[in-house]
């Protein structure tokens, strides 16, 4: 079985389909990027498959179990134990030192606040970010940021990491260097992987791409055989 599949999701937002019927299968440990225009539905498709949203119709199924009716309370649950979330720039808590923006998911699970550092503090110095622990987002470059979201979305060992445009506010360069911890460190982990985003050479970054058109995929490269 897929680690995420959807099947046949449809999301509506008053008169507008913002999702016509997707199907998408996600493997163990694969990195997949969704592409297409503006308002071609990707991120409401990440939303529906990393149940922040309910679909419409359709189901998505995780690890063969469909998450995509629990309760709202369900899929918060879910969401926090199992999936991973690193954003556009600007989300992490400003008023937080890095450390403990990355230490809060694992404490949010009941890890006690000392494991939680310690181990918060081992994954930013694996991205590199050794001796950032005290400084509060704003006193990051963005590059460096957007590390400390990737140590944020792994602490918890999740089996999915959900990433949107996670390079929209970096320049090209620092992009690449996001992208390849990104990819590197979930791969590392043993996560699956899904960034949407409308660059070319960010989705290259992936193992394989789907392209969204109009909430349906028009197109994929083919699905690597495992
Ligand atoms: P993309 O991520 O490809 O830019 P979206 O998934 O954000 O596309 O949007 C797909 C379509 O759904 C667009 O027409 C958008 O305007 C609409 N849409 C998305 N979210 C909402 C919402 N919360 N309310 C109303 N319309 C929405
Ligand atoms: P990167 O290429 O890694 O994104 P930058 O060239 O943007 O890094 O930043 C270089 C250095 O300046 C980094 O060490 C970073 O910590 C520091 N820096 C960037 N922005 C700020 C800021 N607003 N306040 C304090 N230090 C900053």
């Known amino acids: 079985t897929p680690r995420l599949s959807a099947r046949g999701l449809v999301k509506r937002f008053g008169s507008t389909t913002a999702l016509a019927g997707?199907?998408?299968d996600l493997h163990n440990g694969e990195s997949l990027a969704v592409m297409g225009p503006s308002g071609s539905g990707k991120s409401t498709l990440l939303h529906c498959l990393a149940g922040i949203l309910p679909p419409d119709a359709g189901t998505v199924t995780l690890?063969?179990?469909?998450?995509?009716r629990l309760s709202d309370r369900e899929r918060?649950?879910?969401?926090?134990?199992?999936?991973?979330?690193v954003f556009q720039f600007g989300q992490l808590l400003s008023e937080l030192p890095a450390i403990e923006n990355v230490a809060l998911p694992a404490m949010l699970l009941?890890?006690?606040?000392?494991?939680?550092?310690?181990l918060a503090g081992r994954w930013l110095a694996s991205l590199g970010l050794a001796g950032m622990e005290g400084r509060r987002p704003g006193e990051l470059s963005?590059?460096?940021a957007q590390r400390v979201a990737v140590a944020r979305a792994l602490i918890t060992g999740p089996a999915v990491v959900f990433a949107d445009e996670p390079t929209g506010a970096l320049d090209q360069a620092t992009g690449h260097d996001v992208m390849r911890i990104l990819t590197e460190t979930t791969k590392a982990a043993g996560a699956s992987?899904?960034?949407v985003t409308h660059d070319s050479q960010v989705a290259d970054w992936c193992d394989r791409r789907i392209e969204v058109r109009d909430g349906l995929v028009v197109g994929a490269t083919a699905e690597v055989p495992r």
């Not at 690890?63 to 995509?68: K, M, N, P």
């Not at 918060?76 to 979330?85: A, E, I, P, V």
């Open 63 to 68: 690890d063969g179990r469909e998450v995509s």
């Open 76 to 85: 918060s649950l879910l969401r926090r134990r199992r999936y991973g979330f």
């Open 110 to 118: 009941g890890t006690s606040r000392r494991d939680a550092t310690e």
């Open 193 to 195: 992987l899904v960034v």
């Open 22 to 24: 997707v199907d998408v």
């Open 142 to 144: 963005g590059g460096q």
